[in-house]
């Protein structure tokens, strides 16, 4: 639970085919990064979630329009910090 009132993030939107998405987690500190060539990263949300391990879900949605398809591909877990979550690296 993030709080006793969660929060929303709303994205831009991409007419590219794909998406990179990264999640960073230190500690209780959770960001979530978007890129279109994996290389260059857009900030989407950082936010605190309290407790201990995470369980990662990932899904995909379409409020508004016609609907979506998505395919989730090249799953990685990665060790490491990243040294300024707003720069883009």
């Known amino acids: 639970m993030t709080s006793d009132c969660s929060d929303d993030a709303n994205g831009p939107t991409f007419s590219s085919n794909g998406l990179f998405l990264r999640i960073y987690r ?13 290389q260059t990263w857009d900030l989407l949300r950082l936010f605190r979630l309290n407790g201990g ?10 409020p508004t329009g016609k609907g ?3 395919r989730f591909t090249q799953l990685r877990l990665v060790e490491g910090e990243i040294a300024d979550l707003r720069d883009g690296s």
């Open 26 to 38: 230190h500690e209780n500190l959770t960001a979530f990064h978007i890129s279109e060539d994996g």
């Open 53 to 62: 391990a995470a369980t990662i879900d990932l899904i995909a949605q379409s």
């Open 68 to 70: 979506c398809e998505a």
